[in-house]
């Protein structure tokens, strides 16, 4: 078994060895075996308890606000579960989805990941490309490149998950590829896509734009399965049914259908969020503004930044990259209300 996993292990190395050039900007010339670090022992007896195997395939979200990347991964029933979410070091810019080259934003929307974009050599420890802009961005007239999902604690329009965190979320993906994933869907989302959330930002210029974020969240949230992407015009389509289309990014959306299969369910969750919303507006909840001086920082890293300074932080997530803006993660908007 274990030389079976070490050959899987080197086959996947070899693939992404091959993919290297698109990712120049964030190569390192220097290579050793971190990319082939194992799964830990005590994920994959979280994996065994949930009814997973390393092998099975996984999706990823992300989530700004609370600084928080989630891995899901494909049980033996066919669902998708949650398998462990990661505190994230550092993210920059603001909520909102990333528009041009240099405006050191975080990408937001729906994004997949090919062997292609994993990147061993990443001056940065380990990394792997979410791929903006996908085509609907790109149909907008959206720049940017590389940006990355990483280790260390810096960003300057990625998410920092520091080395160990990112190591093992590396292994998750590369033994998934191994299992015969083709790719895994990443959602980066300004927030946890909640009715009180959504009342709280219900007044951001970006409200429409997340109102057809929160659709592709409801949707697997409610099945638990990736929903089936497409884009039309300015927007996501999630889980159309077959045949409906074709749907072209920047042109305007042919009639369609979501899936009668998921339809149940996701008008479900549906209602009964919008029914919460309203009640939260009826009821007074604020509609806040919340604007960062530069991204923010998982509270766990917060504290230790207070505590220790960058220097500590450094040490802790990377001891080599320094920390991103530390003054910036200290004035997150979001800290006072935790």
């Known amino acids: 078994m274990k030389t079976l996993s070490a050959n899987r292990r080197a086959v996947f190395a070899a693939a992404v060895l091959a993919g290297l050039l698109p990712l120049a900007g964030c190569v390192t010339t220097d290579m050793d075996s971190k990319h082939l670090a194992p799964i830990p022992a005590g994920l994959i007896s979280e994996m065994s308890a949930k009814g997973m195997n390393a092998a099975d395939p996984i999706l990823i979200r992300i989530y700004k606000k609370e600084s928080e990347l989630e891995v899901w991964k494909r049980a033996h029933n066919g669902q998708y579960a949650l398998l462990k979410t990661y505190p994230m070091c550092r993210w920059s810019g603001q909520l909102g989805p990333k528009k041009r080259e240099g405006d050191r934003q975080a990408p937001e929307g729906f994004y997949t990941v090919t ?29 940017g490149s590389a940006l990355m999902v990483h280790g260390a604690c810096t960003s300057a329009g990625c998410f920092a998950m520091t080395d160990n965190g990112v190591s093992e979320i590396y292994a998750l993906a590369r033994e998934a590829f191994s299992g015969g994933q083709k790719g895994f869907q990443v959602q980066a989302l300004p927030f946890r896509m909640t009715p009180e959330n959504m009342a709280k930002h219900r007044n951001n210029p970006n409200i429409a734009f997340w109102r057809n974020l929160k659709e592709g969240s409801d949707h697997f949230e409610a099945t638990k399965t990736p929903p ?18 074709p749907f072209v990014p920047g042109e305007p959306c042919p009639p369609f259908e979501e899936d009668g299969t998921v339809v149940a369910a996701v008008g479900e969750k549906k209602s009964g969020d919008e029914k919460k919303l309203v009640e939260l507006v009826s009821k007074g909840f604020p509609a806040l503004s919340f604007t960062h001086v530069d991204g923010g920082m998982h509270p766990s890293f917060r504290d230790v930044l207070k505590a220790g300074g960058p220097q500590r932080l450094q040490a802790m997530t990377s001891g080599k990259v320094e920390v991103s803006r530390p003054d910036a993660a200290l004035l997150d908007p979001f800290s006072a209300l935790e």
Request: charged fraction near 20%.
């Open 115 to 143: 062997p292609d974009q994993m990147n061993p050599r990443s001056q940065y420890y380990l990394s792997f490309n979410l791929g903006y802009p996908n085509a609907l961005e790109r149909a907008q007239g959206y720049t």
């Open 228 to 245: 089936r992407l497409a884009a039309c015009g300015r927007r996501y389509v999630f889980d159309a049914k077959e045949g409906t289309g």
